[in-house]
T-cell receptor, first 116, second 112 residues
Framework: EPEVTQTPSHQVTQMGQEVILRCVPI?????FYWYRQILGQKVEFLVS????????KSEIFDDQFSVERPDGSNFTLKIRSTKLEDSAMYFCASTTGQGVGANVLTFGAGSRLTVL | GQQLNQSPQSMFIQEGEDVSMNCTSS?????WLWYKQEPGEGPVLLIA?????ELTSNGRLTAQFGITRKDSFLNISASIPSDVGIYFCAGRQETSGSRLTFGEGTQLTVNP
């Protein structure tokens, strides 16, 4: 079963530090996403990415956040200067974007970010 | 953003019982998805619904896309201990591109 892989599984950082979370989406998928889940809360959309550019972003995805697909396999989320409230589980997801399953997202296991 | 109201927030049931949970919204959705999340894991897709009125099963799970396109329910029959987890509904609107809006989740506990 193809899967979305994320690293690191857990990162602890000091407030103000930069963090990069990495994802390897499913190889034939074309649309990539980042979602986050603050402990005990629902999953929230951050950003979607297609054809090497952001296609949508939420109000949460401010100037402190950026995404990149540096090569043919990785998809990264960078937080430039972390704040306490950035502590959350960050999920990468991907989809083919085509056909009946176009909107069926496959999620990774998540990267837990703890900002101290 | 749009809200999906999911209920109940939590359920404590005995093994073998049936379970029902639902999501409602004031807005129309054109795709409804049900995901299960276990501790420390990402959401895993259970059922996807694409048309109003659609009723789809996956083993002991059955979900329906409401006729009004503003709601969906998930039923689990004959629950077993491994059904424990958080169940999320998620929907996609015509006007929201490919982004999914998630419900608040239903925490299910099954006592053996």
């Amino acid at each position: 079963e193809p899967e979305v892989t994320q690293t690191p599984s857990h990162q602890v950082t000091q407030m103000g530090q930069e963090v990069i979370l990495r994802c390897v989406p499913i190889s034939n998928h074309l649309y990539f996403y980042w979602y986050r889940q603050i402990l005990g809360q629902k999953v929230e959309f951050l950003v979607s990415f297609y054809n090497n550019e952001i296609s949508e972003k939420s109000e949460i995805f401010d100037d402190q956040f950026s995404v990149e697909r540096p090569d043919g396999s990785n998809f990264t989320l960078k937080i430039r200067s972390t704040k306490l409230e950035d502590s959350a589980m960050y999920f990468c997801a991907s989809t083919t974007g085509q056909g009946v399953g176009a909107n069926v997202l496959t999620f990774g296991a998540g990267s837990r970010l703890t900002v101290l | 953003g749009q809200q999906l109201n999911q209920s109940p927030q939590s359920m404590f049931i005995q093994e073998g019982e049936d379970v029902s949970m639902n999501c409602t919204s004031s807005s129309i959705f054109n795709t409804w998805l049900w995901y299960k999340q276990e501790p420390g894991e990402g959401p895993v897709l259970l059922i996807a619904l694409y048309k109003a009125g659609e009723l789809t099963s996956n083993g002991r799970l059955t979900a329906q896309f409401g006729i009004t396109r503003k709601d969906s329910f998930l039923n689990i029959s004959a629950s077993i201990p491994s059904d424990v987890g958080i169940y999320f509904c998620a929907g996609r609107q015509e006007t929201s591109g490919s982004r999914l809006t998630f419900g608040e989740g239903t925490q299910l506990t099954v006592n053996p």
